[in-house]
């Protein structure tokens, strides 16, 4: 069975986080809305700058739940993540040389 979700229904949205950010909120205006309990979040595009770039932690509120490691490669990836938030907004730290695209559904 396949199930078709509207746009109305899925309305996904994206942030962009540059290298070297601390705990960049999520949210439906990039960082600007307030992010919440229940927030969607699909997946990360990985953007390394350089070929030792630094990590990338994601945090459900304040607790950190995600940690990708430092990588080895210049090469961009997507990571599907495809979680609900339980304790508060998405927020995201970028290390040095390395930055996001969020994709989801947030507000």
């Given amino acids: ?10 309305n996904p949205d994206y942030n962009t ?9 999520l949210s439906n205006t990039q960082g600007g809305g307030t992010g919440t309990t229940g927030d969607y979040l699909a997946g990360l595009i990985i953007v ?11 945090f459900d509120g304040a607790t950190a739940v995600l ?11 997507y990571l599907p993540v495809g979680v609900y938030s339980r304790s508060g907004s998405w927020n995201i730290t970028t ?13």
Avoid: L
Avoid at 1 to 10: A, E, F, R, T
Avoid at 17 to 25: D, E, G, L, R
Avoid at 97 to 104: D, K, L, P, R, Y
């Fill in 1 to 10: 069975m396949i199930q078709y979700v509207s746009g109305s229904q899925y």
């Fill in 17 to 25: 986080v540059a290298a070297s950010q601390t705990t960049q909120k």
């Fill in 95 to 107: 290390g040095a040389s390395v930055s996001v695209v969020a994709t989801g559904q947030f507000t």
């Fill in 67 to 77: 940690s990708i490691p430092a990588g080895t490669t210049i090469s961009s990836y």
């Fill in 48 to 58: 390394p700058a350089t070929a030792t770039p630094g990590a990338v932690t994601v």
